[in-house]
């Protein structure tokens, strides 16, 4: 029993990170527990586990007595055999032999051992993890239950959530996964240390850990609005008048930015200026579109209007409505846009960008024009849609898709990134 109860008691402080006298007093308390339901023993029965041999040994305390019998009674001739000047009402501490605690009171007070167990090892979770809520950790993908990703950090399980993952993102067991601590619950099953890499303040903190002048308070993060898995907009701003915070966030020929756009998986990044005048920082936000004005609304509260020409309305507005939402969570103002009334006829228009994106793109003029058929009336439009998106508008095939949209994203200066 010392040799098992020597493994259980290493394996668990040393795997399972639980404190050696946590787990004896856990062991003792369940085997007196377990002892009481299943023996004719008092209430007062204790046990003793030593410390260095880890012997057991139980202990029930009775009254010597020369009339009554039955629990908690001992009768006084079987008493002076154990001590001889005993008298009627004395108490003495009978050592109960490990044996007689029998199977039931075994198998009992191993179900407590790992109760009190888990316990201590949930208590453990939730102490480590309580304060580090907002740091970013790294594990490996042990289990995928319905899409929930089970987490091993060490000696701790955490969870991801399908909803807290990137859903561009696929995984197997084995996989290495870094992700942002989201909340420490502690529950009747125990902590969940919940993990999300699909968090607004994932993008967030990974600046934070890439750009030092962040790091540092120099420049700080104002907001962050996220499409996980496609686009982020992320808004700084410098305390320091020297420091540039966009130049900063997107480094050295964009290393900084590159490294979080890898971490991510090829999500969108847009480095944001912020500005207290709420027309620049919207003009900014709405970027790369091109404004021609920003009213405030005087009626509606926290509403303004955006001007734009009409080539440049499909690309303020985004895929599937992206640019303008991402850009009115960012600000927390509702965004209205709207075309400018200076339009050119829808020929010329047409021409016009048939001619450009042929001479920009090095295409023929018919190939642009099935472009422009379909609404990409400039490159930064065309770098905004995804591949496949293009291929499937256009019906043109990969390989020429692929072409035209690495030509925009050389024509605008823009590397494989995003940057």
Not at 100 to 106: D, F, K, T, V
Not at 108 to 121: F, V
Not at 172 to 185: E, S, T
Not at 235 to 247: I, N, Q, R
């Amino acid at each position: 029993m010392n040799n098992e109860l020597l493994s259980i008691i290493s394996y668990l402080e040393r795997d399972r990170g639980v404190n050696r006298e946590i787990i004896i007093q856990a062991i003792e308390s369940a085997i007196q527990q377990a002892a009481r339901k299943s023996l004719d023993v008092s209430n007062d029965l204790r046990v003793e586990i030593d410390r260095k041999t880890l012997s057991i040994k139980a202990f029930d305390t009775v009254v010597v007595s020369d009339e009554d019998s039955g629990v908690g009674f001992l009768a006084l001739r079987r008493a002076r055999t154990l001590k001889r000047d005993v008298k009627p009402g004395d108490t003495l501490d009978i050592e109960i032999p490990p044996s007689h605690l029998g199977r039931i009171a075994a198998q009992t007070a191993r179900q407590m051992i790992l109760q009190k167990i888990r316990e201590a090892e949930r208590k453990n979770v939730y102490d480590e993890y309580k304060d580090r809520i907002g740091d970013i950790v790294s594990g490996t993908i042990r289990q995928i239950i319905h899409r929930d990703l089970i987490v091993e950090l060490g000696k701790t399980e955490a969870i991801m959530p399908a909803k807290e993952r990137i859903p561009t993102e696929e995984y197997n067991v084995g996989d290495r996964i870094r992700a942002y601590v989201f909340r420490v619950q502690s529950g009747v099953n125990g902590p969940a240390v919940v993990l999300s890499r699909a968090c607004s303040d994932f993008v967030k903190t990974l600046f934070r850990l890439e750009v030092s002048e962040i790091a540092d308070g120099i420049v700080e993060v104002m907001g962050v609005a996220r499409d996980p898995g496609y686009r982020s907009k992320i808004a700084v701003k410098t305390l320091d008048e020297k420091v540039d915070p966009v130049g900063a966030c997107v480094g050295l020929r964009g290393v900084r930015v590159r490294n979080i756009v890898r971490e991510l998986n090829g999500e969108k990044i847009d480095i944001v200026r912020w500005s207290e005048d709420i027309k620049q920082y919207v003009a900014q936000s709405l970027a790369p579109a091109k404004l021609e004005g920003v009213t405030i609304d005087p009626d509606e509260s926290r509403t303004v209007h955006v001007m734009v020409a009409p080539d440049q309305l499909s690309l303020a507005i985004g895929k599937r409505g992206q640019n303008v939402r991402l850009s009115s969570k960012l600000t927390g103002w509702r965004i209205n846009i709207q075309k400018s009334g200076e339009e050119v006829s829808f020929e010329e228009q047409r021409e016009t960008a048939v001619k450009e994106l042929a001479e920009v793109l090095d295409i023929s003029e018919e190939t642009a024009s099935t472009l422009v058929a379909n609404g990409f009336l400039t490159t930064d439009g065309i770098i905004d849609a995804e591949i496949p998106y293009l291929q499937e508008v256009t019906g043109l095939d990969e390989e020429t898709v692929r072409k035209i949209w690495t030509a925009a994203q050389g024509a605008n200066g823009v590397d494989e990134a995003g940057e």
